[in-house]
């Protein structure tokens, strides 16, 4: 009996299409069928296919609710002088007790972390980056340590977030300025704010809408010189109410909400920002430059250690 030749006709035409499409990519890419190079331009071209931020530390919804609520109590904490009056119990001789009550929210934060490990939420891949990252921006911190308000750690914190997502970001910040502190010797009552305000920085950055290209580099440069302004504001907080200045840039406990925010702008106005807009345009600057070729590396990291 012989056989049917309609299978062996479909299975030729197949394997000849197949082989075409191999034949016209390669053709594209000027390399042989199969060889190394087209298989390097059909990665690129997948990679150019998606542009999204790789979540390598991705918020589980009760991690998610607990980052958003210890981040309401840390903005209140920045900003009850705006709408708190304060009476007998809370004066200026309890201006020391904000620091430690912000260390004691810093242990939630690391219990996130570690419960998001054990879930299997990162694995030692996204913690060994998440280290080397925060050591690079330690040591670029080091280069400039709050000098003329110069901070090289913020393109790391901005393009960490901006390429691993909001959850890696606000981790990354907040242990990168950890990290800094331990190599400066700048560890004080000021370092929980600063983790807040630089981990905010990251978790920013994760949340900037998605595109590519000039528009991307443009948008992160853009952001960066606002969060180097809006961090010097952020800090000037957590001091400003209980300093002894003059009258017209003084915190007044029982004034109103326009009152006080008057005195707070002309405050950083004359004491903080000359040291403020340094900061975000060498962040603006820097991803500018610099921008596009660490996003590249580090998404390239990504795919070969398959995050995301």
Aim: aromatic share 10%; glycine share 14%; proline share 6%.
């Amino acid at each position: 009996m012989t056989p049917d030749p309609a299978p062996r006709l479909a299975h030729s035409g197949t394997a000849a299409a197949t082989d075409d499409a191999t034949v016209t990519s390669s053709a594209v890419t000027g390399g042989e069928p199969g060889s190394v190079a087209t298989n390097r331009a059909a990665t690129a071209a997948q990679a150019r296919g998606s542009r999204q931020p790789h979540a390598i530390l991705p918020l589980r919804l009760r991690s998610a609710l607990v980052l958003a609520l210890v981040s309401l109590v840390g903005l209140a904490a920045y900003t009850w002088p705006f709408f708190l009056t304060p009476g007998a119990a809370l004066d200026n001789s309890h201006g020391s007790d904000a620091p430690w009550f912000f260390v004691a929210l810093l242990p939630l934060l690391v219990a996130v972390v570690v419960a998001e490990i054990s879930a299997g939420g990162i694995d030692a891949k996204a913690v060994a980056l998440l280290g080397m990252l925060a050591a690079v921006g330690a040591a670029l911190r080091a280069l400039g340590p709050g000098a003329a308000g110069l901070e090289p750690s913020f393109i790391v914190i901005v393009l960490g977030g901006r390429v691993f997502g909001r959850g890696f970001g606000f981790v990354l910040g907040s242990l990168t300025i950890f990290a800094g502190a331990l190599v400066t010797g700048g560890v004080g009552p000021w370092m929980p704010f600063q983790m807040f305000a630089a981990g905010w920085v990251g978790l920013f950055a994760g949340m900037l809408p998605r595109c590519h290209g000039r528009v991307e580099l443009a948008m992160l440069a853009g952001y960066g010189a606002v969060a180097g302004l809006v961090y010097g504001g952020l800090l000037n907080l957590w001091f400003w109410p209980f300093g002894a200045y003059s009258p017209e840039v003084s915190y007044i406990p029982h004034a109103g909400l326009g009152v006080n925010l008057h005195h707070y702008a002309v405050f950083w106005a004359t004491t903080s920002l000359g040291w403020d807009i340094p900061r975000g345009l060498l962040t603006g600057l820097a991803v500018l430059v610099a921008g596009r070729p660490v996003m590249a590396a580090l998404r390239r990291a990504a795919r070969r250690a398959n995050f995301g």
